[in-house]
């Protein structure tokens, strides 16, 4: 009897003291790091990747190569991010460029500023954005995890990191952000996810609040 309420203790998924807080509501953490995708694992040479941020018309306003895009001031971020298939994983570290910093170089050559944002993968995946939750620190172009460059699986050469929204709209295999007057359901949520994903509003699929 004692020995069996005490393992239930010891191996129930329950909160620890860091935990606590930080864990949103029907998630559990994991030490892991699984790979989700919806499709096969794209493989694009840094030697022909590039980044564009755009408009909706007109052509790209700022493009830039894998090396120009390394000599853009990248900051480092630790965060815990949260999939909506439930797991939360603590304390991730990464290191990219802030999409402010992008976006300022982008409208210092004539980006206009538009409501929404359109993140466009290699491979085809896609996921919508506010403006709003992209800008101001909340979401990088990454290049490395955990102090190595990023893994293919996990969306290397780059990918965006969108933090405080669930995982699936930190698009891996980012090429382009497109800022747009109108707001477009992307990949996931033109399937019935939910179209902005607040982990803390436990904001899964279409239905919910
Ligand atoms: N391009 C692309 N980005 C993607 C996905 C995908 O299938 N393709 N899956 C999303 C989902 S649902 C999650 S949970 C995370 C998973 O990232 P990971 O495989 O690095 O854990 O990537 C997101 N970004
Ligand atoms: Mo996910």
Not at 29 to 46: H, I, K, N, Q, Y
Not at 50 to 78: I, N, Y
Not at 129 to 150: E, I, N, R, S
Request: aromatic share 14%.
């Amino acid at each position: 009897m004692t020995e069996s309420f005490i393992s239930r203790g010891f191996h129930g998924r329950r909160q620890s003291g860091t935990s606590a807080g930080r864990l949103p509501p029907g998630q559990y953490e994991t030490r892991d790091f699984p790979v989700l995708s919806a499709g096969p694992t794209p493989r694009t040479s840094l030697a022909t990747w590039d980044f564009t941020l755009r408009g909706e018309r007109e052509a790209p306003a700022a493009r830039w190569t894998w090396s120009e895009f390394q000599a853009l001031p990248h900051e480092t971020v630790t965060r815990d991010i949260h999939c909506v298939t439930k797991w939360s994983k603590f304390d991730t570290v990464w290191e990219g460029v802030s999409f402010d910093t992008l976006l300022a170089e982008a409208e210092a050559h004539g980006l206009q500023p538009a409501p929404y944002v359109l993140a466009i993968s290699d491979g085809g995946y896609t996921t919508n954005l506010p403006l709003a939750d992209v800008t101001g620190g909340k979401a990088w172009v990454v290049v490395t995890y955990d102090g190595a460059p990023l893994a293919p699986e996990h969306g290397g050469p780059a990918r965006l990191l969108v933090p405080h929204l669930y995982f699936w709209k930190s698009a891996k295999w980012v090429r382009q952000l497109r800022l747009m007057e109108h707001d477009k359901p992307g990949f996931w949520e033109s399937f019935g996810y939910h179209n902005y994903g607040d982990p803390w509003r436990e904001q899964r699929y279409g239905g919910d609040t």
